[in-house]
């Protein structure tokens, strides 16, 4: 089984010093030997600039970031190495490796310079959400949606160099407004990295019916998350989050349906039981087979849907 999971803030952990990626049992949610317990075969590790670092400081602790994730790596280099390429996966599988992609969450990191976009690129980001909940530089983000605005100038020159680089936007944490002036905008397939469906849960992080058959209709994929208030009332569970895969599949189809766990980016208390940490990916793959899907719809909504998509839009080779 080929899993991948398409959001998680360990770096936050590992650069404030409260442990590193080798280490178990200094808490968290994701560490190595937990990966390797739940067979996870690709991570997408964000880089999250907090708010103290703001106004003036969102490029500097990103590339703080992008360096505490690059240490890891070459420190970690027999069991985990960067992926740039879909096909690093492959690679890191072959030789029994975890395959590690970099993103951006929120695009506070760019300091407002396009330059800087490229720059991160270089380094071996590739993939990006736009923005956090709040308003930055780009746009607007979810908790922002009283002002109905979309993309600012400049993040409408941000989302066509990513299309032309080839980073996968992510449209997690936008208002509505803006989630719709990025489906103008770009032409290439988008991930949805972790939220889940309004129709379950009306929370404003969540996306409607439409949304969600926007991105499927641009070829893209939903990560559907862990986090409790995302889930709703009465899904705090491992079936909980399946409600939400099951309610996506129906409306898109299951090839559109992958998983964004949100590890670490959210307290112990705000997880579902069943699922306190990454070694217990297993357990959604149960689930979904006692649902009746079948096993080549569990492949994709475990991994095989996101790696499609970032194969589309950063290439394989």
């Known amino acids: 089984m080929f899993i991948m999971d398409a959001h998680c803030d360990t770096l936050l952990d590992i650069a404030a010093g409260r442990r590193r990626l080798a280490e178990q049992g200094k808490g968290g949610h994701i560490d190595l030997p937990r990966m390797i317990d739940g067979r996870v075969s690709s991570q997408i590790f964000a880089i999250y600039v907090e708010p103290e670092y703001l106004p003036g400081a969102g490029a500097r602790q990103a590339l703080r970031l992008v360096d505490v994730f690059c240490r890891e790596i070459e ?19 072959d030789e029994g490796k975890i395959a590690a992609f970099l993103s951006i969450e929120g695009g506070e990191a760019l ?27 780009l746009g607007d983000g979810a908790y922002e949606e009283g002002t109905r605005g979309g993309l600012t100038r400049f993040g409408v020159d941000v989302v066509r160099e990513m299309d032309r680089l080839g980073m996968v936007v992510d449209v997690s944490h936008l208002s509505e407004a803006t989630f719709w002036h990025v489906m103008e905008v770009s032409t290439k397939p988008l991930i949805a990295s972790h939220s889940n469906a309004r129709a379950l849960c009306g929370h404003s992080r969540n996306l409607s019916d439409e949304q969600a058959k926007a991105i499927a209709d641009r070829g893209g994929v939903i990560g559907v998350t862990f986090v409790g208030p995302f889930l709703g009332e009465g899904r705090q569970s ?8 099951d309610h996506f599949a129906g409306v898109i189809g299951a090839d559109h349906v992958a998983v964004g766990s949100d590890f670490d980016g959210v307290s112990d208390s705000a997880l579902p039981e069943g699922l306190p940490d990454v070694s217990h990916m297993a357990a959604l793959i149960d689930e979904l087979a006692r649902r009746g899907y079948s096993d080549a719809a569990v492949q994709g909504i475990m991994g095989e849907n996101l790696l499609r998509v970032v194969e589309s839009v950063i290439g394989l080779a």
């Not at 491992?238 to 895969?245: E, L, S, T």
Request: proline residues 0%.
């Open 75 to 93: 420190e970690n280099s027999d069991s985990i190495m960067l992926a740039t390429q879909a096909g690093d996966a492959g690679r890191a599988r």
């Open 111 to 137: 300091d407002g310079s396009i330059e800087l976009l490229r720059i991160f690129y270089r380094l071996g980001v590739r993939l990006m959400t736009l923005t956090w909940s709040r308003r930055n530089e």
């Open 238 to 245: 491992v079936q909980g989050v399946v409600d939400h895969i």
